[in-house]
């Protein structure tokens, strides 16, 4: 073996040789410099000038080839240190990927559980509050407000006003209705109630028949519900209308008896005995004006008893629904009634009688302003 500083001043020429084995770039006075050095080594004087060349005590070429044969081993060993070390360091980035894909894995399947259990939350939810919407569906249910209140009155203490689900006799379909638990002994169900103005009234006769508005504030609860309700097997229905002025003053009028016919015969009204404060003015003061048994009227649909004209006060009136602001009503001749007439009570519409109308509920001979109405049913008991 060469000696070790031998070998340290070659690196350099290692790593840049261009070398292919037949030629080499070796500096040639290194070598001979390498041979001093080596000379040191053996007790001789470092330095003894270009005279020594000749004195080399191994042919230079001999020399070269061992120092190549030496090149060639460092090259090999330092080509396999460089092979492990990037074997080594693929192994490394594998090892630290893979416990990194480890990580996300697990990450992964903790998110997976989460959302498997938001999900089976919500599920739960959903379903508590099928429950309960199925829950209050039952407990609600009844033929009408009044069948609800009868068989609630039981077991609940004090049965809320509000929206119920009826289903009455002989239909194949039930519908939400306003019920008043709370006035006059509850089990009012509400067919119609103006308090603000904010629903429209100006419908036509398809709106009437199966209603419109909010059942929570204004709304006509529509003629063919109506006629379900109050067509029951052994029942019998009142009315009772609720009326309000502008000047807060309370009045009411109310039917022991209340029907209508079907759709065919235009939903004619039918009225029992009248008892109130407001005055009937549904009968009116004579037949001309009754509209018990009138059919029911819209701006579309003409079965107003003006036909082809009527003559009331000093005008000539065709159509009554036209009258009064397109409305519908059991107008016959129109009539001292119409509770879905204009919500603006303005002197033009009371001069027009556009306004809601209720003609015999009079202060001083002039109409009260009529700020808010509600018209309600409910069975009457009888012994059938
Ligand atoms: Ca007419």
């Known amino acids: 073996m060469w000696p070790t500083t031998v070998l340290l001043l070659l690196l350099p020429h290692l790593f840049s040789s261009t070398d292919t084995g037949n ?17 040191a080594f053996k007790g001789q004087k470092p330095h003894r000038g270009v005279k020594d060349r000749d004195t ?25 240190s460089l092979l492990a070390f990037g074997r080594s360091t693929r192994k490394l980035i594998r090892d630290v990927m893979e416990e990194q894909q480890k990580a996300l894995d697990i990450l992964s399947t903790q998110v997976t559980e989460l959302m498997t259990k938001v999900q089976t939350l919500s599920f739960e939810v959903q379903r508590s509050n099928t429950e309960i919407f199925s829950m209050k569906h039952v407990e609600s249910h009844g033929r ?24 009455p006799e002989n239909t194949d379909s039930s519908f939400e209705v306003f019920c008043e638990m709370d006035y ?15 629903t429209d009234f100006k419908r036509p006769w398809i709106d009437y028949v199966d209603g419109f508005g909010n059942l929570a504030g204004e709304h006509w609860l529509g ?25 807060d003053i309370t009045s009411y009028a109310s039917y022991d008896d209340f029907k209508l016919d079907s759709e065919t015969q235009f939903f004619s009204l039918h009225l029992g005995r009248y008892a109130g404060s407001a005055g009937d003015a549904f009968h009116g003061y004579d037949q001309e004006q009754n509209q018990d048994t009138a059919p029911f009227s819209a701006s579309d ?18 159509s009554c629904s036209t009258q009064h602001n397109h409305t519908g009503w059991w107008f016959n001749q129109c009539g001292l009634a119409n509770l879905n007439g204009c919500y603006e009570d303005t002197e033009k519409n009371q001069e027009q009688r556009m306004n809601i109308l209720w003609d015999t509920w009079r202060h001083n ?20």
């Open 301 to 318: 649909v003409d079965n107003d008893g003006c036909n082809p004209f009527c003559s009331i006060g000093n005008r000539t009136v065709e």
């Open 223 to 247: 003629l063919k519900k109506v006629f379900h309700i109050v067509n029951q097997k052994d029942t019998r229905f009142q009315l009772h209308i609720a009326l309000v002025s502008h000047d």
């Open 184 to 198: 006059m002994g509850g089990g009012w169900t509400v067919m119609q109630r103006r308090t603000d103005g904010l």
């Open 365 to 384: 001979g002039v109409p009260h302003s009529i700020k808010s109405v509600t018209m309600k049913i409910r069975r009457i008991v009888t012994n059938n």
């Open 144 to 167: 009408d407000c009044s069948d609800i209140k009868d068989s609630l009155v039981s077991v609940v203490p004090k049965i809320p006003s509000g929206i119920y689900i009826v289903h």
């Open 56 to 80: 080399c005590s191994i042919p230079c070429d001999i020399t070269v080839k061992l120092l190549r044969d030496e090149k060639h081993s460092v090259c090999g060993q330092l080509q396999q």
């Open 23 to 39: 030629n080499t770039n070796f500096n040639q006075s290194e070598i001979v410099n390498a041979d001093f050095s080596d000379a």
